[in-house]
């Protein structure tokens, strides 16, 4: 089984790019698809990037995710930040144990 | 439109049970996978258990293989979660979510309904 490792919290602008970062503990981060979530509070998540880097519709195209094996690592791009962009963002993938596994999420705060 | 509507949460004492609902309206219940989530206060999501959508297959997290069992009938609709044991770490919010059909997405959630264990 793997962990996945998100920063707790990151800030910046309005209108600015924010990068989240999520990083697999174990085994390549290209083996199984990353998805990423948005919950706002006191809400459910959503999906905001599945699939390493597909849009589900109605999804703005501010939003894009990669994945880079070098690092490991999976991350999701904001880009032109606005308010309602604040929440909480999850990165979610599937071990070989047939388990889904979750990062700790990413608090971002748009100031 | 898909709706999933969670229920059966509440107050119960450690080493106590409960059973948790799941019901589903908007799309063919019985052609989809679906899982149990759950978040502590002020915590993140971890994931909790799978069913497939016959319900043949079935997957648990470790903190709770053992003490959880999943269950669906899709006569009903309905997706279920049988909690027994319960310890303090267990209280959380619980949500249902469905499965995008052939991929590992959790492509619509409920709201999720609180279980708290406490004495």
């Known amino acids: 089984n793997f962990m996945l490792t998100q920063p707790h919290s990151v800030s910046e602008s309005p209108g600015k790019t924010v990068t989240i970062s999520c990083t697999r503990s174990?085994?390549?981060?290209?083996?199984?698809?990353v998805q990423w979530y948005q919950q706002r509070p006191g809400s459910a998540p959503t999906t905001v990037i599945y699939?390493?880097?597909?849009?589900p519709s109605g999804v703005p195209d501010r939003f894009s995710g990669s994945i880079d094996s070098s690092s490991n690592s999976a991350s999701l791009t904001i880009s032109g930040l606005k308010t309602e962009d604040e929440a909480d963002y999850y990165c979610?993938?599937?071990?070989?144990?047939?388990?889904?596994?979750f990062g700790g999420g990413t608090k971002l705060t748009v100031l | 439109e898909v709706q999933l509507v969670e229920s059966g949460g509440g107050l119960v004492q450690p080493g106590g049970s409960l059973r948790l609902s799941c019901a589903a309206s908007?799309?063919?219940?019985?052609?989809?996978?679906m899982n149990w989530v759950r978040q502590a206060p002020g915590k993140g999501l971890e994931w909790v258990s799978y069913?497939?959508?016959?319900?043949?297959?079935?997957y648990y997290a470790d903190s709770v293989k053992g003490r959880f069992t999943i269950s669906r009938d899709n006569a009903k609709n309905s997706l279920y979660l049988q909690m027994n044991s319960l310890r303090a770490e267990d209280t959380a919010v619980y949500y249902c979510?469905?499965?995008?059909?052939?991929?590992?997405?959790?492509?619509?959630w409920g709201q999720g309904t609180l279980v708290t264990v406490s004495s």
């Open positions: 979510a469905r499965v995008e059909g052939g991929t590992m997405v959790l492509d619509y």
């Open positions: 908007g799309f063919t219940f019985s052609s989809y996978e």
């Open positions: 069913i497939s959508s016959s319900g043949s297959t079935i």
């Open positions: 174990s085994g390549s981060i290209a083996s199984n698809y």
């Open positions: 699939e390493d880097n597909q849009r």
């Open positions: 979610q993938s599937y071990d070989s144990s047939n388990h889904w596994v």
